[in-house]
T-cell receptor
Framework: EDQVTQSPEALRLQEGESSSLNCSYT??????LFWYRQDPGKGPEFLFT???AGEEKEKERLKATLTKKESFLHITAPKPEDSATYLC???????????FGTGTRLKVLA | DADVTQTPRNRITKTGKRIMLECSQT?????MYWYRQDPGLGLRLIYY???????NKGEISDGYSVSRQAQAKFSLSLESAIPNQTALYFC??????????????FGEGSRLTVL
């Protein structure tokens, strides 16, 4: 069964304290892995798509990496405005459905 | 203006009432989706549509129906609302992308409370 597990559920960081969020997945043939940011009361906002193991993508303080079993979202020197819930999703080859994890709630303290 | 617009943004209703949530998009995407988000359960797919004549059930379609009125419009109905349908509902779109994976673009959400 396709499954996505994110850890930790919640994370509190001091401003400038770098860390990583984890997304472990089980899928028979990965079409793509997605990262989204969701602010309270808002819809998820697309960040990255990763397609194959070894791929990396960066955007400002965020960097996403992918292996055959998991993806990491690295946050370098975070700021309070990076506080949000980060969602991971996968799409299996041969389908157009997306399987979402339950997210990591990130709080960055000034 | 938002590319994916949902109405209403908030709705409180009573058990047994019929409710319609509407979604319209200006992205020109063929594919539209309705998701439900509950704390601790993540986003779950209710229905999806790949074009006006194509409607498909998702993983939790019981108690819901949809209508694709046009390429840009996709509505979700609860024929007889019940309290466990209280949730945050999202409409999303994606572009047909052939062999690559297309990211989802979400609306701002519709918070539904069923008393």
């Amino acid at each position: 069964e396709d499954q996505v597990t994110q850890s930790p559920e919640a994370l509190r960081l001091q401003e400038g304290e770098s860390s990583s969020l984890n997304c472990s997945y089980t899928v028979s043939g990965l079409r793509g892995l997605f990262w989204y940011r969701q602010d309270p009361g808002k819809g998820p906002e697309f960040l990255f798509t990763l397609y194959s193991a070894g791929e990396e993508k960066e955007k400002e303080r965020l960097k996403a990496t992918l292996t055959k079993k998991e993806s990491f979202l690295h946050i370098t020197a975070p700021k309070p405005e990076d506080s949000a819930t980060y969602l991971c999703a996968v799409q299996r080859s041969g389908t157009y459905k997306y399987i979402f994890g339950t997210g990591t709630r990130l709080k960055v303290l000034a | 203006d938002a590319d994916v617009t949902q109405t209403p943004r908030n709705r409180i209703t009573k058990t047994g009432k019929r409710i319609m949530l509407e979604c319209s998009q200006t992205k020109g995407h063929d594919r539209m989706y309705w998701y439900r988000q509950d704390p601790g359960l993540g986003l779950r797919l209710i229905y999806y549509s790949f074009d006006v004549k194509d409607i498909n059930k998702g993983e939790i379609s019981d108690g819901y129906s949809v209508s694709r009125q046009a390429q840009a419009k996709f509505s979700l109905s609860l024929e007889s609302a019940i309290p466990n349908q209280t949730a945050l509902y999202f409409c999303a779109t994606s572009e047909y992308s052939g062999t690559s994976a297309g990211e989802l673009f979400f609306g701002e959400g519709s918070r539904l409370t069923v008393l």
